[in-house]
């Protein structure tokens, strides 16, 4: 199994799912936001190393040699840039990369015969949902080139699998990755300032930054801050094994939400990280961020008829397994 973006949050977490199951995933990354000595965190949980490409998505001739010499059956795709507010100051290399990135790898994949691909789609799909839960129809639509780029590609993908009925394009849409390995020894290394509030408070917990501020309590929602479904990066992770295990050789676009379906409030998950952590954490109320919506949290029913996965690890083990990695690695990769 190629694993695009394999060295990053997910892909690396990922890698561990799958040589659990069973699979031999080879990684390709180009470590614009990765770093290589998580390959030695995965030989040292697993006892390998998995085979590692320093390779760039946009590179076809690379790309189409690793899919030959490794045999390659199938892809996970998660190289991409993920940062929303970049995304707008920024937003041609995020076409570039992540548009681009994603043509460049189906025509790889087609001159290679390989035609199972699993994309890292995102709930940011769903736009400002009407209604919570959310289920796999809701209508889609972007508020930033970010979330743009991904339903621009959710869309290239049934395009083709209209097309060319053979592919099987499996549409993972994700919602807040949190956690890390229960060893903590791999998990979520941000560069610079993170924009996602789990790596926040635990930089804040270690003492990396002074206070979290609180994007707006006055939204709509059960104590105005607002609402997300958190969900454990091994159990998104166990979610991409069933559904390549599901999906390969059937010819479709498989779309499945992953998610937990229970919704938190940022104030709920500063009180649950804070018992994870052991000490209060400092925080104040900031004004609302721009395109932040006030709740979201998936139904993921579907994931659970059709791929018999459903999330097992609940919040206390969430904070409890972000707390360990960052306490015991408080600059991240970094030797
Ligand atoms: P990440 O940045 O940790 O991992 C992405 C990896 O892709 C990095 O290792 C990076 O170096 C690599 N990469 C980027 N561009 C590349 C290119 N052109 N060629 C080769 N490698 C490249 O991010 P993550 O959190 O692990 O996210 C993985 C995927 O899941 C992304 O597609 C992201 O958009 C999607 N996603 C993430 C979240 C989230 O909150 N973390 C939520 C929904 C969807
Ligand atoms: C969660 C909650 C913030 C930081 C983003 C992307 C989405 C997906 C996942 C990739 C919100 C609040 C946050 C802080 C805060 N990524 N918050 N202070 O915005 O739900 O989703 O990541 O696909 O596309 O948009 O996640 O972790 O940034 O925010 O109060 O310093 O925490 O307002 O309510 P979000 P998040």
């Not at 946009?58 to 795709?77: F, S, T």
């Not at 789609?121 to 959310?134: E, F, L, M, Q, R």
């Not at 993908?157 to 990755?177: G, H, K, V």
């Not at 930054?209 to 801050?225: K, Q």
């Amino acid at each position: 199994i190629l694993v695009t973006g394999g060295c990053g949050y997910i892909g690396s977490h990922t890698t561990l799912a799958l040589m659990a199951a069973g699979h031999e995933p080879v990684l390709l990354d180009n470590l614009c936001n990765s770093k290589q000595a998580v390959l030695g965190r995965i030989e040292a949980i697993t006892g390998r190393a998995p085979r590692f490409y320093h390779a760039d998505v946009r590179d076809q001739a690379r790309l189409e040699q690793v899919l030959r010499d490794e045999q390659i059956e199938a892809v996970i795709h998660f190289a991409a840039l993920k940062a929303v507010g970049e995304s707008t100051r920024i937003p041609l290399d995020y076409y570039e990369n992540n548009l681009t990135g994603t043509l460049v790898l189906l025509r790889a994949m087609k001159a290679c015969n390989v035609r199972t691909l699993v994309f890292s789609s995102s709930a940011t799909v769903y736009g400002d949902p009407a209604s919570v839960p959310i289920r796999e129809h809701f209508p889609r639509s972007a508020t930033n080139p970010y979330g743009r780029s991904k339903l621009i590609i959710e869309q290239v993908l049934e395009d083709l699998q209209a097309a060319e009925p053979d592919w099987s394009m499996t549409l993972l849409r994700y919602f807040n990755p949190v956690g890390a390995h229960e060893s903590g020894t791999m998990g979520e290394d941000p560069q610079g300032i993170p924009n996602n509030l789990m790596p926040f408070l635990t930089q804040v917990a270690i003492g990396r930054r002074e206070r979290l501020s609180i994007f707006g309590n006055d939204y709509p929602t059960v104590d105005g801050t607002g609402v997300r479904d958190y969900i454990h990066v091994m159990d998104l992770a166990e979610g991409h094994v069933k559904a390549l295990e599901h999906c390969h050789g059937k010819g479709g676009v498989h779309t499945y939400n992953l998610g937990t379906g229970k919704g938190y409030s940022v104030l709920q998950m500063v009180a649950a990280f804070s018992r994870a952590c052991g000490h209060e954490l400092p925080y104040h109320i900031d004004a609302r961020r721009p395109g932040d919506i006030a709740e979201c949290w998936a139904d993921p029913a579907k994931a659970e008829q059709e791929l018999g996965w459903q999330a097992t690890r609940d919040l206390t083990s969430m904070c409890a397994d972000s707390w360990r990695w960052q306490s015991s690695n408080p600059t991240g990769y970094e030797e």
